[in-house]
Each structure stands twice: as C-alpha cells, then as structure tokens.
Nanobody, 120 residues
Framework: QVQLVESGGGSVQAGGSLSLSCAAS????????MAWFRQSPGKEREGVAV???????AYVGSVKGRFTISRDNARNTVYLEMNNLKPEDTATYYC??????????????WGQGTQVNVSS
C-alpha cells in the first residue's frame, strides 16, 4: 500500500516561514511525480506545486517566488519550503504522488494532510 505522511505544519505570523516534508513508502519514489495541494474549509482543493521525476517544477501563481518544492530520491521525501507566508496561505496541505500519465485526483495517492495557520 502507498503511504504518504506529511509533517512540518504549524502556526506562524505573516512574513514567516515553514518547511513541510512528505515521506513516501510503497512506491518506487524516483518514478513518480510529486505535488503539494492545499484546502481550506468550504473551498476547493488547490494544486500548489509540482515536481516531476526529472526535477522540473511548476507553481500556482499565488505562491511563485515564495514557495520552493524539492525532492530527495535517496530519502523518498518531497519538501515544500514556504517563505513570506500570508494569511491566505492558511490551509491544510496535502502531499500527492502519481505516475506520469495518471490524474492526480483519480489516479494519485494522497497523504492525510498537515495544518498551516498564518496570522496577520
């Protein structure tokens, strides 16, 4: 069974930083695309950042320049470094994994999430 476990969430003031980690098991990590999503109560889940098997990255416009996604294949871990946090970044952050041609929501694997709270 695939297991993704997020950690690193917490509460910070606006302008602060947090580092999230996602440890994966049950997959050949280097062969999977990895991503971070986030969701607030009553809102749709939003893709935040993606990193491909070759290291290519992409970000939603609202976090570009502030967040950095990275991966360590030797440790089966994906990271999200979040800087200059804003109150609108408050959400539950989820780690996800998928094969190249799979769909994130239909064919991906998901963690349980870690809470990030940013106060003004």
């Amino acid at each position: 069974q695939v297991q993704l476990v997020e950690s690193g969430g917490g509460s910070v003031q606006a302008g602060g930083s947090l580092s999230l980690s996602c440890a994966a098991s049950g997959i050949t990590f280097s062969g999977y695309h990895m991503a971070w999503f986030r969701q607030s109560p009553g809102k749709e889940r939003e893709g935040v950042a993606v990193i491909g098997t070759g290291g290519t990255t992409a970000y939603v416009g609202s976090v570009k320049g502030r967040f950095t996604i990275s991966r360590d294949n030797a440790r089966n871990t994906v990271y999200l470094e979040m800087n200059n946090l804003k109150p609108e970044d408050t959400a539950t952050y989820y780690c996800a994994a998928k094969d190249r041609d799979a769909d994130w929501y239909r064919g991906g694997s998901w963690g349980q999430g870690t809470q990030v709270n940013v106060s003004s």
